[in-house]
C-alpha cells in the first residue's frame, strides 16, 4: 500500500490552510503599519503578496475533493500552486526567508509528484 495517495488530500488542505492563514496575515499586519496609512503603489504592491499567498493557498485547498478521488487535474492544480509558491518564495528570499513555507511546498510538490507515479 503506498501513502501518498492517501496523506496526499490532508497534506495538500493543510499546506493551503497555512498558507491562507500568512497571507491574511501578511495583508492585517501591512494594513495596520505604515505602509496602510496611504493608498500608494507600495501598498498595492504588498497587499498584492497576501494575494498571492491566498490564491494559491485557496487552490491547494480547493482541490481537496479531486485528491481524495485521485483525480489527474487536482494533482496539477496543487502542483502548480506549490510550484508558483516556491518562485514567489524565491523572488522573496532576499527580504523575507520563509523556509516553513517553501519546505512545505517543496514536500508537496514531492508528494504530487509522486501521485502522479501512482496514479490510475
Known amino acids: 500500500m503506498n501513502p501518498v ?5 490532508i497534506a495538500s ?14 495583508d492585517v499586519f501591512v494594513l ?4 496602510g496609512k496611504q493608498y500608494d503603489r507600495n501598498l498595492l ?10 490564491t ?6 480547493v482541490v481537496f475533493k479531486g485528491l ?3 483525480e489527474q487535474w487536482a494533482l496539477l492544480a496543487s502542483g502548480i500552486a506549490s510550484v508558483s509558491l516556491l518562485v514567489y518564495c524565491g523572488m522573496i528570499y532576499p527580504f523575507l526567508k520563509s ?4 519546505a512545505l511546498n517543496f514536500l508537496l510538490l514531492l508528494m504530487i ?3 502522479f507515479f501512482t496514479a490510475g
Do not use: F, K
Open 5 to 9: 495517495p492517501e496523506y496526499l488530500p
Open 13 to 26: 488542505l493543510c499546506v493551503g490552510g497555512w498558507v491562507v492563514l500568512n497571507g491574511v496575515l501578511h
Open 32 to 35: 495596520r503599519s505604515e505602509h
Open 45 to 54: 504592491r504588498l497587499l498584492m503578496d497576501g494575494h498571492v499567498l491566498v
Open 56 to 61: 494559491c493557498g485557496m487552490i491547494q485547498m
Open 68 to 70: 481524495q478521488a485521485n
Open 99 to 102: 523556509m516553513v513555507t517553501m
Open 113 to 115: 509528484i509522486a501521485g
